[in-house]
């Protein structure tokens, strides 16, 4: 069975393409057939997986702004049928029909959102379309927001905490700002395919998320 994953949020720059790429590397490293797709006109996963070297395990990626400009073919727009996990990258400002086609044969939504009051503000708005008023069916979905960019000692963070507190979503991660993900972005490679001394303390952030992901996964 596929395990479909999908990365959320209107707000851009809250990280959803580091962790969908991360997310991917990950799987493959296990061994675990994987897809890539990106809806993002700026095809920021489509990009990491073309700096992806060849000796690193394979990712099929899907460019579903270019595909559809291209041909509009459906059995392009899907993952292989051996695919294991499917990891959705998706673009800011998502409308709420696309957003439906999106979430619907997903398993899982991921929500990234940093600790800037406008991020925070961005995020509740979106939660309220997404759960509130009902404009999405997330029923029997498993839904968890990952506290992305944090530095837990600022102010910035103690009023995201507040924010999540109120939610009935559960916080699945924490991740630190570090430039050792920019490094990984920038060579198409994952968070757990740098070395323990470059990323030690990022993948062990990482270990709740996909601890949880694991538990969650469909049966």
């Known amino acids: 069975m596929m395990n479909r994953i999908a990365l959320v949020n209107m707000k851009g720059g809250c990280g959803k393409t580091t962790i969908a790429t991360c997310l991917a590397a990950y799987y493959a490293n296990k061994g675990i057939k994987t897809s890539l797709t990106d809806y993002d006109p700026q095809g920021s996963s489509i990009n990491w997986l073309k700096h992806r070297g060849i000796n690193r395990p394979a990712i099929h990626g899907i460019d579903i702004a270019s595909q559809k400009r291209l041909a509009n073919l459906a059995w392009q727009l899907r993952p292989p049928l051996d695919t294991k996990i499917s990891i959705i990258d998706t673009p800011a400002g998502i409308e709420s029909e696309q957003l439906r086609k999106i979430i619907a044969p997903s398993d899982t939504i991921l929500i990234p959102v940093m600790q800037s009051q406008i991020d925070i503000r961005t995020a509740t708005r979106f ?11 997330v029923t029997g979905k498993n839904i968890g927001i990952i506290a992305n960019r944090v530095y837990s000692h600022t102010s910035a963070y103690k009023s995201l905490k507040k924010f999540l507190m109120r939610l009935d979503i559960p916080l699945v991660a924490r991740l630190r700002s570090a430039q050792c993900y920019i490094n990984a972005i920038d060579n198409g490679i994952g968070i757990h395919e740098l070395n323990e001394e470059q990323a030690f ?3 062990y952030q990482w270990d709740k998320l996909t601890t949880w992901l694991e538990e969650k996964k469909p049966l």
């Open 127 to 137: 939660i309220e379309i997404l759960l509130v008023q009902g404009r999405v069916r």
């Open 201 to 203: 303390k990022e993948q």
